[in-house]
Structure formats: C-alpha cells, structure tokens
C-alpha cells in the first residue's frame, strides 16, 4: 500500500531535508538522490535506514543479479529521469537553486501534498459563481422542492445505513498477531517464525519475503503478491488467499487445511508434503498451468 499520507524526513550528516511522500522517496532511490544508507523519519525523532524499511524501496532494486532484472531497473530510471541536465547535477534533493538555475529550470519542485489541496479548494472558490438564479416559480418550484427532499432522504439512508471504516494499515507496525499491513510493501521481508495469526494482509506486496515457519492460522492474504516467498513449513490453517499470486512459492511441508486458495495462481509453486486436508481450490491455476475445476477440494481436479 502506498502511504501518500505519510510524508517522510530524510537525513545525511545530520543535515535533514523533507518532508517527502513514499512516491518521491521511490524516485530519489531510483535517480541516486538518496542511497541506501541516508535516513529516513516521520516525525523527526524516530531514525530508519532506507534499507531497513522495505516498502520504500522500488520493486526494480530486487533481482538485479540477472539481466532482466538490470533491464527492468534501468528502464525504471528512464521514467524517472524528466530532469533538466541542471537538475540531474543535484545530488540530493531539495537542494536550493541558484536565482538563474531558477528561472532556467523547465519544471516546478515537488510541493507538500497540503499546499496543493490548499491552491485546488481555492481555485475551486474563485471560479463559483458569484450570483445565484432566480428561484423558479409554479410548478418547477414544488418539483425542484420535492427532489431535493427526496434527494435528502436517500442520503440520510445511506448514511445509516454505511458500514463503520476499516481500521487503517499500519505498515511500521511490528509483526504481530492481527497486524494490519494490508495494501503494505513488504518486499524480501525478513518474517521467519513470525507469529501473523489472524494478519490482514491483503493486497500486501510480499515478494520474495522469507516466511519459513510463520504462523499465518486465519490470516487474510488474499489477493497478496506471494511471488517466490518462502513459506516452508508455515502454519496457513484456514487461511484466506483467495486471488494471491504464489507463483514459484515455496510451500514445502506448510500446512494449508481448511485454507481457502480460490482463484489463486500457483504456477511453479512448490508444494511437496503440503497439507491439503479440505482446501479451496475452485478456479485456482495449478503448479503445472492447468485451472482447477469449481469446486475443487484438496486437489485439483480437471474442469
């Protein structure tokens, strides 16, 4: 999950810069205007590493031992790299212009996320129009008074009738049971013998992350990127991943009874001594490509 709320300080020698949202730390990385090294903070007392908070870091930084990956990488940079030649010879951001590099520059820095709220309400006000229309008269106006009741009552209902909000994730939040890291960049995360009990991690980016003899019983994954996660010997007793992508996972030994696999893709997943005892896999996509059948139970069966 992209926490574009959060705005983050960074530090190098003690010279602190900021703050930035998650998207223009992601850009700086890929640019080189921050490194691995340099220090990041919400609320400049707390001090992180880049490198020790994940979903920071861009997904192209990880297999970049092969060649596509050092492809995907550069053409990451490419995207990134709008600059003017005399922006490009910053090396960090937010570094001051002088007046005539300011004048020359062919693009605004990067503005606090409140300051363009603030300027697009204020627009909004300037072009309101300044008089209001005559009311109608008649018949349009029991018409136009009828509506806008009618209008009124329907809001009221939806209101009431509106489920309470779902608590927010908190992607800083330490492993726990019933963690919320839904939507949450946890790339090559280390959460060996975790206890994730009942977690909600949907829609988590957990690619490549090390979950060997993690504790994930009723844990909600679905839809979660499980790409060649580890998870020998973890603990998914009715777990929900409905939806996730565990292509090339290791599930070797993990327990999965009564998980609930609907419509995931396990294509090249490896799943040897993987308890199956009563799991859900209707529509799933098979180790080997094949799409399970509806109804499908502890194994695939051809549709």
Same mark, same amino acid.
């Given at each position: ?189 280390? =959460?060996?013998? %975790?206890? /994730? $009990? @009942? +977690? ?5 980016? &957990?690619? *490549? !992350?090390? #979950? ?23 603990? =998914?007793?009715? %777990?929900? /991943? $409905? @939806? +996730? ?5 290791? &599930?070797? *030994? !993990?327990? #999965? ?23 859900? =896999?209707?529509? %799933?996509?098979? $180790? ?9 139970? *502890? ?5």
């Amino acid at each position: 999950m992209e926490n574009e709320h959060q705005l983050w300080f960074t530090r190098r020698s003690g010279e602190v810069r900021g703050p930035y949202p998650e998207r223009l730390i992601r850009s700086y990385l890929l640019l080189g205007r921050l490194r691995m090294d340099d220090e990041v903070s919400l609320d400049r007392q707390r001090w992180y590493a880049v490198r020790s908070q994940p979903h920071l870091i861009p997904v192209e930084f990880y297999d970049t031992d092969t060649p596509e990956g050092r492809e995907r990488l550069l053409q990451a940079r490419r995207r990134e790299d709008e600059r003017s030649p005399e922006r490009r010879a910053r090396p960090y951001p937010d570094e001051l212009p002088s007046d005539a590099d300011q004048r020359a520059e062919d693009r605004r820095r990067p503005e606090p996320p409140e300051l363009v709220s603030h300027r697009y309400q204020r627009v909004q006000l300037l072009q309101s129009p300044e008089s209001v229309s005559p009311l109608p008269q008649g018949p349009r106006l029991w018409i136009g008074v009828a509506a806008g009741l009618l209008i009124l009552l329907l809001s009221l209902l939806l209101v009431m009738e509106r489920p309470e909000p779902d608590v927010l994730a908190d992607c800083l939040a330490p492993a726990e049971p019933g963690v919320n890291w839904s939507y949450c960049r946890m790339v090559g995360m280390d =959460l060996r013998d %975790a206890d /994730l $009990t @009942g +977690a909600n991690l949907s829609n988590t980016d &957990l690619l *490549g !992350a090390r #979950l060997e003899g993690a504790q994930l019983a009723n844990a909600d994954l679905s839809y979660a990127d499980v790409r060649r996660a580890r998870l020998d010997q973890a603990d =998914l007793q009715g %777990a929900r /991943l $409905t @939806g +996730a992508v565990l292509q090339e996972a290791v &599930l070797i *030994g !993990a327990n #999965l009874t009564d998980a609930d696999l609907s419509h995931a893709d396990l294509r090249g997943a490896r799943l040897d001594n993987a308890d199956l005892t009563d799991t859900l =896999l209707g529509r %799933a996509i098979w $180790t080997d490509g094949r799409v399970c059948a509806p109804g499908s139970i *502890g194994t695939c069966d051809s549709p």
